[in-house]
């Protein structure tokens, strides 16, 4: 693609360093100078790939190859959209390559989610989109998906043995699915009709159904019964005006498959795209993406720059595909109808020569699939061998003990606390590794919701929320009731768990007594150990010390009033609820930090009406799945803090 060069500033790579004053690496250079064609940049961690996208956007503007307004960039938060949005406008700025060009328009970098959605906004009339829907996000999904349980007809005899606080989580995340993949719930059903002819022809075990063939069947069944949800998910969407994310992409592969003249359109709008963490994508990302910059039978060698690393491909579980970003070159040819360029970034700035290698053999080792085309990195001669350290530990406990003088000897060597992280695998052993830092006054925060669920203030408030919401949450009860506001003595919770299993059995007796059944009671099934509530609201003569039976009476009037605001606003219910647990006093009391409620309190505020049913189960669901997944992570970011 001839493109004439207006008002050119640079005519020489080395212009480009010399103007940004930053000293880039051969490698750098070539993927910031590359020619104006579909080019794919593995970059990997640490590589500058930011600063390279920033540089390339300077020397297209500074050689005139292009005007600032004709520069799209995609990535996949505003966070990241708004550091590459600055990282450009400084660049450009600090180069001075826009001086001499009069009414110089910026360049429009976003999210991939709201460029869809702007996509359906600007075009959707094409197609007979004529509405201007309501975006729902994060909380408002489970508040909707859980109206759709509540009010589902039924009856449903395989999903009824899952958690009601799970299905909304299921529906969404199976609805999602359908979305990425751009599949309908009937092309799943008659996979399903399939599927289960498959199953009943397999062979028998003695006469019997292989375990892992009923397991199967089972599955598929319980789809079925999902994708009955997922309809009226849908539905009700429709019907309140309302959209996903995923339902405007959707929109959008058919609005750019159905009218090739949008994507003309944009090709004559933009004249460079650049997608940033492309091995990411989904496959209606990349789809949408391919129709309307490359589509098939159009002139081919649009130029497009992806980059990504698939090592570093973390949204598998949301549909995407780090196949995306190893196919590119195949699917964004070259004018003349060769595969795209490809170019790497191995330098990683921020580590030394034994973290990357170590790194380096782990991505190895874990590659999601054989010959996956990453990049090794290397550091600069410059850098230092850098330290990794690992240790086996007899207890956690001990690990965080660990962990919590590790961070205290960095800090007395002068490196702020904000200049320290630490990352878990697993939302549930944040709060333990929390508190292990806060014993030795570490000033410490926890970056997003899943991980503030665990808190010993945060914990409380979450159970009594699952106790108002369901009379047969065992573990909740259990876990409040041996908490240090009821201190409920081990011998007396076996008793009421005895009452609990007499009552559900209709015994008038006391039942016998169990060793191991204050060990199970918190997770055992409540037909099977009867209703601890029940027990409470009626402790008959069961010999409980005295001290235990007056904890037990004012832990049953505690919930009995909460459970006059339950049909309240979701939000005072919450506060309501740490109200009366006394948590904020409590923190307060003993010189403890209440940001945490705070920060909770906050979260949940964010679970806005958009349907006129704020319902404590689709907030605990909401919470499930922070807990689960941390959804709200990619938007959560650590504060200002010295922390």
Request: with cysteine.
């Amino acid at each position: 693609m001839s493109i004439p060069r207006r008002g050119a500033r640079f005519t020489r790579p080395e212009q480009v360093t010399d103007a940004l004053r930053i000293p880039f690496s051969d490698e750098q250079l070539a993927a910031i100078t590359a020619p104006l064609e579909p080019t794919v940049i593995i970059a990997g961690a640490g590589s500058g790939k930011t600063t390279v996208m920033a540089a390339r956007v300077v020397w297209l503007v500074g050689t005139g190859q292009v005007r600032p307004e004709e520069v799209l960039g995609l990535t996949f938060t505003r966070k990241a959209a708004a550091e590459l949005a600055g990282r450009v406008s400084a660049a450009l700025d600090r180069a001075g390559v826009l001086s001499g060009l009069d009414g110089e328009g910026a360049e429009l970098i976003m999210t991939y989610d709201s460029f869809a959605a702007r996509l359906v906004g600007e075009f959707g009339l094409r197609v007979g989109i004529d509405r201007d829907p309501v975006m729902v996000t994060g909380a408002s999904r489970f508040r909707l998906a859980t109206r759709v349980v509540a009010d589902a007809p039924g009856p449903f005899r395989h999903i009824s043995r899952l958690s009601h606080h799970n299905i909304p989580d299921r529906v969404l995340a199976l609805d999602a699915e359908l979305q990425s993949h751009l599949v309908s719930t009937a092309a799943v059903l008659r996979e399903c009709d399939r599927a289960e002819q498959r199953f009943a022809a397999a062979p028998l075990y003695r006469g019997r159904t292989m375990r892992d063939i009923a397991k199967a069947i089972d599955a598929t069944a319980e789809r079925r019964e999902l994708l009955q949800l997922v309809d009226r998910y849908q539905e009700l969407k429709r019907s309140l005006g309302v959209v996903e994310f995923a339902d405007q992409l959707r929109e959008a592969v058919r609005l750019a498959a159905q009218v090739p003249d949008v994507g003309a359109e944009l090709r004559r709008r933009f004249r460079v795209v650049l997608l940033d963490e492309y091995q990411d994508t989904s496959a209606a990302q990349a789809g949408l993406l391919r129709e309307l910059f490359a589509p098939p039978g159009e002139e081919m060698g649009f130029p497009v720059t992806a980059v990504g690393d698939p090592y570093q491909a973390i949204y598998g579980w949301r549909g995407a595909a780090a196949s995306n970003i190893l196919d590119f070159p195949m699917h964004f040819r070259r004018a003349d109808g060769s595969p795209a360029g490809r170019r790497t970034l191995t330098v990683n700035r921020r580590s030394g020569h034994l973290i990357l290698d170590a790194g380096n053999a782990l991505a190895r080792d874990l590659a999601a699939a054989p010959g996956e085309d990453g990049v090794s990195l290397v550091a600069p001669e410059s850098a230092g061998p850098g330290e990794v350290a690992s240790a086996t530990f007899d207890t956690f406990r001990d690990e965080c003990t660990w962990l919590a003088e590790q961070v205290l000897d960095r800090h007395e060597a002068g490196v702020p606390w904000a200049e320290i992280a630490v990352l878990a695998r697993r939302n549930a052993l944040l709060a333990p590794l929390f508190e292990a830092l806060r014993v030795v006054d570490i000033p410490v925060e926890i970056v997003g919701l899943g991980g503030l669920l665990g808190l010993p203030e945060i914990a409380p408030v979450v159970s009594m929320l699952r106790i108002i919401d369901d009379v047969t949450a065992n573990p909740d009860v259990a876990a409040l009731l041996t908490g240090p506001r009821w201190n409920l003595g081990l011998d007396d919770l076996e008793l009421l768990a005895g009452r609990a299993r007499s009552l559900a059995s209709g015994s008038t007796r006391p039942a016998e007594l169990d060793e191991a059944l204050v060990h199970t009671v918190a997770g055992a099934d409540p037909g099977e150990v009867g209703c601890l509530l029940d027990a409470i609201a009626d402790l008959g003569d069961t010999p409980l010390s005295q001290a235990g039976r007056r904890r037990l009476a004012r832990f049953h009037n505690e919930v009995t009033e909460l459970r006059r605001h339950a049909s309240g606003p979701v939000g005072e219910l919450v506060t309501h609820v740490i109200d009366t647990l006394g948590l904020e006093a409590e923190l307060l009391a003993s010189g403890g930090d209440t940001g945490q409620i705070g920060r909770f309190v906050d979260e949940v505020s964010g679970y806005t009406d958009v349907d006129g049913d704020g319902s404590l189960t689709g907030l605990l669901a909401y919470l499930d799945a922070e807990e689960d997944w941390g959804e709200g992570l990619q938007q959560a970011v650590p504060s200002e803090v010295d922390s």
